[in-house]
């Protein structure tokens, strides 16, 4: 065989292979499809807050905490106004908590220190798949909730960050129905020292029991609202407006 | 001289056929999917988490000379895999990712979607699994079917199927009616150890399930670990299937392919004795 025969046979082969997985792309990825095994995320969500509604995550000890806990996504956000709070080491940052709440609060640093408060050795899971264990320390986020007091409307708490990822801001959404769970905190402190920027500094949410991308790093605003369709993508947080699902329990 | 004739029995049931495919549509989403998670972070560790610097199996690649190159580490080895694993082409450019675009799904690194994809058919896979072992468990399946006989654990008749099987002679006749010891053995292992250690390590993986059933955590020895359990577990399955595929074609295609679609199998059989005085 010629070598430029050999050469069009290997382009002719390599251009058919890559038609045949464009088109089975077109099937992986087409919406109605999508939304169908989206129904799973349903199912799973449903079937898991059945068997636990209130079990906690295992809480390790001292020991097990990794010296390289990896920071992801943001590590260090691009924004003026977050890094004007950097530079003043959050001195006049207040953590914003409204929408449908009957007092809406807006509390300092200091403030949310005094509150109740818990500490617990977690593992982190991130979506990608590993894994590190690290120690926090914040403000239960039940009794914080209860200072401003929710309306019966409210179904999910908004968090609003300070950070932009990729052109957008970041967000979260946490349903109430984990607002009380005795591992979800706001946590301003990690492995017994102020939270780092990396990390999230001044304060982030710990909820346990789900993936790192709930974990909302640089928060700035707690908004409880009845619904979250009308914010941004419309999905309830930054990567769930790319395609991740909201449960992220799994 | 009698010639021996061919006969159909009734083979698989249709539980048995209609779950077998189910499975076999379900492990392949879940494969490909499976990879595509995979290659969010290309690395497997043992453990409650991650020793970054000391994962057992890692993909990666680097560039040399202008060009990417793909390499895996198993344990202190080093291979350069290069257009499979750590590097592969996509589109028309060699680029950094753990296994190759046509092994999943999508083609292209898209996270989100193979979890899409992967929880979908997670759950039509245990439910399959589940309505198999039970209905195998009811109707005596299992005890009947794929449960070894005591003559056929029988050391001399073990060894005995093993050297049949390297010569490639397959039982004939009256044997072929029920699974061979080893048939029985791989089945048997595939179906109550391998996809349900499978399932339960994919399990553990979920934080919201490890609260709910801590004692799965403890089981694997970490969720690190269960995430290589995962993966070892899925690469038995990819092994169980190839060695299957290749019996099929050499006991007879056609025949084992009609049997689990129609439950028909030809299985050889002496005719009668011919009466005793011919016609005349």
Same mark, same amino acid.
């Given at each position: ?178 607002? #009380? ?48 369709? #009308? ?20 | ?9 009734? =083979? ?8 077998? +495919? ?9 494969? $490909? ?67 190759? @675009? +046509? ?19 997670? +759950? ?38 093993? +050297?049949?099987?390297? =010569? ?7 044997? @072929? =009616? ?30 919201? $399930? ?71």
């Amino acid at each position: 065989m010629t070598l430029a025969r050999r050469a069009w046979l290997k382009a002719a082969g390599a251009s058919l292979a890559a038609s045949f997985l464009a088109g089975c792309d077109k099937i992986t990825e087409n919406p109605d499809v999508v939304k169908a095994l989206s129904s799973a995320e349903v199912l799973n969500r449903r079937v898991q807050r059945l068997l636990g509604r209130g079990a906690l995550a295992r809480e390790f000890t001292r020991a097990d905490i990794t010296p390289n806990f990896k920071a992801n996504g943001t590590i260090n956000p691009p924004d003026a106004e977050y890094q004007a709070l950097v530079a003043e080491n959050f001195a006049s940052w207040k953590l914003v908590v409204d929408g449908l709440v009957e007092r809406p609060l807006a509390l300092s640093l200091d403030q949310i220190k005094a509150l109740p408060a818990r500490t617990q050795i977690t593992r982190h899971d991130c979506v990608e798949g590993w894994s590190c264990i690290g120690e926090w320390t914040g403000a239960r986020l039940g009794p914080l909730i209860d200072m401003a007091g929710l309306k019966p409307e409210a179904r999910h708490i908004v968090l609003h960050c300070a950070d932009t990822l990729g052109g957008a801001k970041y967000y979260e959404t946490l349903d109430v129905f984990d607002v #009380h769970h005795p591992q979800t905190i706001l946590a301003y402190a990690m492995n017994g020292a102020p939270l780092t920027v990396p990390h999230g500094a001044p304060l982030r949410l710990r909820a346990e029991r789900y993936l790192g991308y709930k974990q909302a790093k640089y928060l700035m605003r707690l908004e409880a609202v009845a619904s979250f369709d #009308h914010i941004r993508g419309g999905q309830g947080g930054y990567w769930e407006d790319q395609g991740y699902d909201r449960y992220g329990g799994i | 001289m009698s010639r021996p004739q061919k006969i159909l029995v009734r =083979r698989h049931g249709a539980v048995v056929r209609v779950t077998h +495919w189910i499975n076999a549509i379900s492990l392949f989403f879940l494969l $490909l999917s499976g990879l595509q998670i995979f290659n969010a972070h290309p690395a497997l560790y043992f453990g409650q988490q991650s020793h970054f610097g000391q994962p057992w199996f890692a993909t990666g690649a680097y560039e040399r000379g202008g060009q990417l190159r793909g390499v895996t580490m198993i344990g202190r080895q080093v291979f350069d895999t290069t257009g499979f694993l750590g590097a592969s082409q996509e589109g028309h450019v060699i680029v950094s990712r753990g296994f190759p @675009a +046509w092994l999943t799904i999508p083609s292209h690194r898209f996270l989100a979607l193979g979890r899409r994809w992967h929880f979908f058919f997670a +759950w039509v896979f245990a439910l399959n699994l589940t309505l198999y072992l039970a209905t195998g468990l009811i109707s005596g399946h299992l005890r009947r079917d794929l449960a070894p006989t005591k003559s056929q654990l029988a050391p001399g008749h073990v060894l005995h199927e093993i +050297w049949a099987h390297m =010569r490639l002679k397959f039982p004939k006749g009256e044997e @072929a =009616r029920r699974y061979n010891v080893l048939q029985k053995g791989a089945y048997l292992g595939v179906v109550i150890v391998l996809l349900p250690v499978m399932i339960l390590s994919g399990m553990t993986m979920s934080p919201s $399930l490890d609260a709910i059933f801590p004692f799965l955590v403890d089981l694997f020895g970490g969720r690190q670990s269960a995430r290589s359990i995962h993966f070892i577990t899925a690469s038995l399955v990819v092994l169980f299937f190839l060695v299957h595929m290749v019996m099929v074609v050499l006991s007879g295609t056609w025949n084992n392919i009609r049997s689990m679609i129609t439950g028909r199998y030809a299985i050889e059989v002496e005719p009668p004795a011919a009466p005793v005085g011919d016609a005349p």
